[in-house]
């Protein structure tokens, strides 16, 4: 055999063994690739990565302000972004308790701790006219701040002097006392943007008025909400004027409707 001869059949054999070496690494390599394929597939799948949400499934719902009705969130300002809510203990109870709530994003989100509240001797009522007892049931806004003392740092106009010295007595008869050393307005019946002391009456005077937050006496009131002092104190520093805060106020029953 010549050399040359040879060395072509020694091609021969490299191209056959290096063919046989391609068809053995091909057919085993689609099975390989696919064996590696599934191997992805699971191990994508322990990930972590969340599936995604079926298409009916439905999106989640922003945290409302719990125990409000449809009625009564429908009241609440979308530019709205603090609310205290004040909550009777019943339609004709003067006590209750009071919660603080900040919008962030779409959800409310509770401030704090609730705080016990007084509100009007007889309780709560839909239609508050001049001499009632009740406080007036709905969501108001809180523009407007003020007392005998000093502003102790609320962001909301805040008028002081001695108009705000509280005489006479509660209804219980007792004396006062320091219950406007702080006030917060409460918008019903009056004029946004003024003291809490201006007398305008934009339903008439016989709707009544002046209802406000203000210093505990002990006691329920004509008509207003009061608050232990320091919590008063912390209310008014809370208050940011640009979130457009709001109360939201009566018994259980009428702030679920």
Known sequence: MSARTSRLLTAGTALLAA?????????????????KKSG????????????????????????????LGPKTRAQIPGSARQAIVVTGDGRDEGTGSAQRYQREGDDWVPVGAAWPAHNAVKGWTDR???????????????TDAGGHERDPGTELPYDTGPAFVARGTNVEGQ???????????????????????????????????????????????QGCVTLPKPRMRELLRWLDAESDPVVVMGDAASLAR
């Not at 046989?20 to 064996?35: I, K, Q, R, T, V």
Request: aromatic letters at 6%; hydrophobic letters at 30%.
């Open 19 to 35: 063919g046989l070496l391609l068809s053995g690494c091909g057919e085993p390599a689609a099975e390989d690739a696919s064996h």
């Open 175 to 221: 004396p006062l006392g320091d219950a406007f050393d702080y006030v917060v307005a409460i918008n019903y019946n009056r004029k946004p943007g003024t003291t809490p002391l201006d007398w305008t009456r934009p339903l008439g005077m016989g709707r009544g008025g002046g209802i406000w937050f203000h210093v505990d006496h002990g006691a329920p009131t």
């Open 128 to 142: 508050h006219v001049q001499g009632d007892l009740r406080s007036p049931v709905g969501v108001f806004g809180l």
């Open 40 to 67: 992805i597939r699971a191990q994508s799948g322990q990930s972590g990565l969340s599936a995604p949400r079926p298409q009916n499934e439905p999106a989640p719902q922003p945290r409302e302000i719990p125990g």
